[in-house]
């Protein structure tokens, strides 16, 4: 035998320095036996938020739920009041509201709680659009929302969003 550094390819030891062990299979398959038990709420297929879309365009006409806007219903979108992080629960009807695409956007994973305080007024949207919401919600909604509000009137245009019927500005001295 030549010296170590001198050694021949095929002057290997015959054991492995490292013992592997056969990987044991899987008990289960992938595909086969039962799959997770399905929850109670309603699918959560593309049917049902089609079909969940359909229904509150009918109930509400399309309207966004935040801040009043009309939207054509092929724009406007379904939010989920809760967000539901990945969490499959929250997709039922009473967790889903009509949303224009600039709410839904500024919205995003934003607890209800945090999106209503930053403007006052949604709330009084929500309350309207958001008879069919959990009782839960429905009671955040009617604390958050100003006392003897009566219902916002719907915004026609986007620039309806930034006037303000109730300013008691409206009449200035200087706008001769």
């Known amino acids: 035998m030549l010296p170590f550094p001198f050694r021949r390819p095929d002057d290997r030891p015959r054991f492995p320095s490292v013992v592997t062990t056969p990987r044991k299979r899987p008990t289960r398959r992938r595909g ?6 399905q929850l109670t709420s309603t699918s959560t297929s593309r049917t049902a938020y089609a079909e969940t879309k359909r229904w ?3 109930q ?3 309207v966004c739920a935040y801040c009043g806007r009309r939207a054509t219903a092929t724009t406007i979108t379904l939010d989920h009041v809760a967000p539901r992080r990945g969490q499959s629960a929250y997709d039922r009807r009473d967790n889903l509201v009509l949303a224009c695409a600039d709410c839904n956007g ?6 209800i709680l945090a999106f209503l305080l930053r403007k006052r007024e949604r709330s009084s949207m929500l309350r309207r659009y958001g008879a069919h919401l959990s009782p839960m919600l429905v009671d955040l909604v009617r604390a958050l929302a100003p006392d003897g509000d009566a219902a ?12 303000d ?6 009449e200035s001295p200087y706008s001769d």
């Open 60 to 62: 509400h006409g399309s």
């Open 106 to 111: 500024a919205k995003a994973d934003m607890p």
């Open 56 to 58: 509150l365009i009918q």
């Open 152 to 163: 916002p009137r719907v915004k026609e245009s986007f620039d309806d969003l930034f006037t």
């Open 165 to 170: 019927d109730e300013s008691p500005y409206h």
């Open 32 to 37: 086969r036996g039962t799959s997770a038990p």
